[in-house]
């Protein structure tokens, strides 16, 4: 097997990307080995094969696969005698609702909050497109503007999570006592935050956190291994 994982990369090289951590964590669920290449925003559209927009980009013996879900289908797929991803149809289909879940309630308000301090760790090749991009993507506000009310945004951030908070109160997982792909789509953000913002989404005592610490010890700490502020 080779496999090559295409992944954002900071200015010094740390990995970030709340989409790249998904494929990251399932690769080393199932197991596999795989060789990453760092890759700046300004570098996605020349990654072999080509036509790529976003990153995670993974490249399965020759097979060039974006999108992170559509990598994990892939996974799953052609790798059946791994630990399983989803456990089965049922938990798929129920990992796609966290997803998309995740995505309204801890990308787009962490985004908010950390914006900035993205923008500070990015490669000097990647700051003018991502400013510009994300700028634009904030309805014209700079991203000092935006990140500077974190403070404020922070109490209904952490009053959203309450689902999250009541199930891993209860089970160690989402999926119950084992992780699965589920979890994985909840770290990434978590992950993005932790890697590149020392600003702390989750008080210490949050159930939240607890779930996330699980997480970061999964596969010989390799989320927690990974450079970041806390
Ligand atoms: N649906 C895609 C989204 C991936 C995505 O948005 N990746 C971001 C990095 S986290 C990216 O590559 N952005 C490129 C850009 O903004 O130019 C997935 O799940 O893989």
Known sequence: VSLTLY???AADGRRFSPNCWRTTMALAHMGLAWEFRPTLFTEIAAIPGGGQKTVPVLDDDGTVI???WTIAEHLEARYPERPSLFGGETGKRLAWFVQQWAIA???TPIF???VADIHDRLAPADQPYFRASREK???GRTLEAVQAERETALPAFRAALAPLRLTVESQAFLGGAAPSYADYVVLGPF???RTMSPFRLLAEDDAVAAWL???L???DGRARRAPAFY
């Open 66 to 68: 974006g999108d992170s």
């Open 213 to 215: 610490g699980r997480c």
């Open 105 to 107: 309630q801890l990308h």
């Open 7 to 9: 992944d954002l990369a």
């Open 137 to 139: 993507r904030l309805g």
């Open 191 to 193: 992950q993005w935050a």
């Open 217 to 219: 010890d999964l596969y």
């Open 112 to 114: 908010g909050m950390i």
